[in-house]
T-cell receptor, first 114, second 115 residues
Framework: GNSVTQMEGPVTLSEEAFLTINCTYTATGYPSLFWYVQYPGEGLQLLLKATKADDKGSNKGFEATYRKETTSFHLEKGSVQVSDSAVYFCALGNYGGATNKLIFGTGTLLAVQP | NAGVTQTPKFQVLKTGQSMTLQCAQDMNHNSMYWYRQDPGMGLRLIYYSASEGTTDKGEVPNGYNVSRLNKREFSLRLESAAPSQTSVYFC??????????????FGQGTRLTVV
C-alpha cells in the first residue's frame, strides 16, 4: 500500500543554517504530495504542495520538488529562523472519488537555536 | 472565518467511560476526516466522510463511531474508552470536487487521556 517515510528527528540547527528534511514515498499512480507544519499547541497547516513530477512547491522560503525517479519530496530552506521551530509532516494524498485522504510520515521536530 | 472548530480541547476519561468529540467547519466543504496523532506514528486516519450522510472506515477505526450530522458537523464517539485511545485527535475538512491537489484544513486538536 501507499506509505511515507520521513527522516527522524529531532533536528537541531542554529539560526541561518540550511535545512533539509528527507521524505520518500511508496505509491501506485500519481499522488499529490504535501508538507504540513505543526507549531506548538496548534493544529496542522499546509506549508506547500506539488501535484505532479518535477513540480516545485514553495512557501515562506521553504521548497520541495516532486521527484518521481527517486520517489522523494525533500523539504529545504536556505536560512532557518527561530520561528521555524515546529514539527514538519510529509504527506501523500490518497485521492479516491470525492475524498483526498492523507497518509502522513511520522513527523520531524525542528528546533532552531538563536 | 473560524475554519475547523473542535471541542473540547482537553479531556480526561476513566477506562470504560464514553464521550463524543465535536467538529464543525464553516468552509462549506463536503469531505471531513478524523485523525489521531501518536508519538512516532504521525497521523492516522480513523474515519472519513465524503459527503453528508456517508461515512467510511479509515486505517484505525476500531473502538470508534462517527456521525455526519449535517454538512458542517462530523462527530467522533468513543463508546467505552481504553488507555490505548489516549492520543491527540484532529478533525479536518477538504473540498475535492475532482481536484487532487486540494489541501485539508485542520482543527486545533483534542488532547484525550484515558486513565
Amino acid at each position: 500500500g501507499n506509505s511515507v517515510t520521513q527522516m527522524e528527528g529531532p533536528v537541531t540547527l542554529s539560526e541561518e543554517a540550511f535545512l533539509t528534511i528527507n521524505c520518500t514515498y511508496t505509491a501506485t499512480g500519481y499522488p499529490s504530495l504535501f508538507w504540513y507544519v505543526q507549531y506548538p499547541g496548534e493544529g496542522l497547516q499546509l506549508l506547500l504542495k506539488a501535484t505532479k513530477a518535477d513540480d516545485k512547491g514553495s512557501n515562506k522560503g521553504f521548497e520541495a520538488t516532486y521527484r518521481k525517479e527517486t520517489t522523494s519530496f525533500h523539504l529545504e530552506k536556505g536560512s532557518v529562523q527561530v520561528s521555524d521551530s515546529a514539527v514538519y509532516f510529509c504527506a501523500l494524498g490518497n485521492y479516491g472519488g470525492a475524498t483526498n485522504k492523507l497518509i502522513f510520515g511520522t513527523g520531524t521536530l525542528l528546533a532552531v537555536q538563536p | 472565518n473560524a475554519g475547523v472548530t473542535q471541542t473540547p480541547k482537553f479531556q480526561v476519561l476513566k477506562t470504560g467511560q464514553s464521550m463524543t468529540l465535536q467538529c464543525a467547519q464553516d468552509m462549506n466543504h463536503n469531505s471531513m476526516y478524523w485523525y489521531r496523532q501518536d508519538p512516532g506514528m504521525g497521523l492516522r486516519l480513523i474515519y472519513y466522510s465524503a459527503s453528508e450522510g456517508t461515512t467510511d472506515k479509515g486505517e484505525v477505526p476500531n473502538g470508534y463511531n462517527v456521525s455526519r450530522l449535517n454538512k458542517r458537523e462530523f462527530s467522533l464517539r468513543l463508546e467505552s474508552a481504553a488507555p490505548s485511545q489516549t492520543s491527540v485527535y484532529f478533525c479536518a475538512s477538504s473540498e475535492v470536487g475532482g481536484r487532487r491537489n486540494t489541501e485539508a484544513f485542520f482543527g486545533q486538536g483534542t488532547r484525550l487521556t484515558v486513565v
